[in-house]
T-cell receptor, first 114, second 117 residues
Framework: AQSVSQHNHHVILSEAASLELGCNYSYGGTVNLFWYVQYPGQHLQLLLKYFSGDPLVKGIKGFEAEFIKSKFSFNLRKPSVQWSDTAEYFCAVNAGTGFQKLVFGTGTRLLVSP | EAGVTQSPTHLIKTRGQQATLRCSPISGHTSVYWYQQALGLGLQFLLWYDEGEERNRGNFPPRFSGRQFPNYSSELNVNALELEDSALYLC????????????????FGNGTRLTVT
């Protein structure tokens, strides 16, 4: 069965600091990878996705993620965080064949202090 | 475009009772997914419905069940509630896989917060 692990449960950064959130998955076949974000009091929103092609994926709000197949990783990065990036971030993988059973990591709570 | 809507936003039940949660997908989406977000456990896949049928379920007991209506809206029923069922239940919708939109991302609702006392 597929699984996703997010290394950091809580991350605290100051504004303008660089961010990298780790995500590793276990599945040997073709994968689709996602990062979702949940801002306080809001619903889960798609941040970015990887289906195929360029392993460096750019998403909304200046976020990007790099798919490294050899490392089974899909780390999320942002060069300079803002207070408004305070949220919970979830990595997810879709390794099914034609259905959408996403497997989520347990999430990383990011707190950005002004 | 209206998003995925869920009702109620909050639900308080006592142990042993039944809870019914409702979800309306984005217009045009035929697949509905249910996830449980319990404290400290992240999102756990519960059920997937498409075209009125249950297509897949996660590792949850049979007292978690649901259905999908002809208009693609869905209900999640939890029978014989237990304290550990307290969680945020999220509904998501997407295009039906295999229609040319395979692997389209899920769009989530705001969830129903279920509290079992």
């Amino acid at each position: 069965a597929q699984s996703v692990s997010q290394h950091n449960h809580h991350v605290i950064l100051s504004e303008a600091a660089s961010l990298e959130l780790g995500c590793n998955y276990s599945y040997g076949g073709t994968v689709n990878l996602f990062w979702y974000v949940q801002y306080p009091g809001q619903h889960l929103q798609l941040l970015l996705k990887y289906f195929s092609g360029d392993p460096l994926v750019k998403g909304i709000k200046g976020f990007e993620a790099e798919f490294i197949k050899s490392k089974f990783s899909f780390n999320l990065r942002k060069p300079s965080v803002q207070w408004s990036d305070t949220a919970e971030y979830f990595c997810a993988v879709n390794a099914g064949t034609g259905f959408q059973k996403l497997v989520f990591g347990t999430g990383t709570r990011l707190l950005v202090s002004p | 475009e209206a998003g995925v809507t869920q009702s109620p936003t909050h639900l308080i039940k006592t142990r042993g009772q039944q809870a019914t949660l409702r979800c309306s997908p984005i217009s045009g989406h035929t697949s509905v997914y249910w996830y449980q977000q319990a404290l400290g456990l992240g999102l756990q896949f519960l059920l997937w419905y498409d075209e009125g049928e249950e297509r897949n379920r996660g590792n949850f007991p049979p007292r978690f069940s649901g259905r999908q209506f002809p208009n693609y809206s869905s209900e999640l029923n939890v029978n014989a509630l237990e304290l550990e069922d307290s969680a945020l239940y999220l509904c998501a919708s997407s295009w039906r896989p295999g229609t040319g939109y395979n692997n389209s991302p899920l769009h989530f609702g705001n969830g129903t917060r279920l509290t079992v006392t």
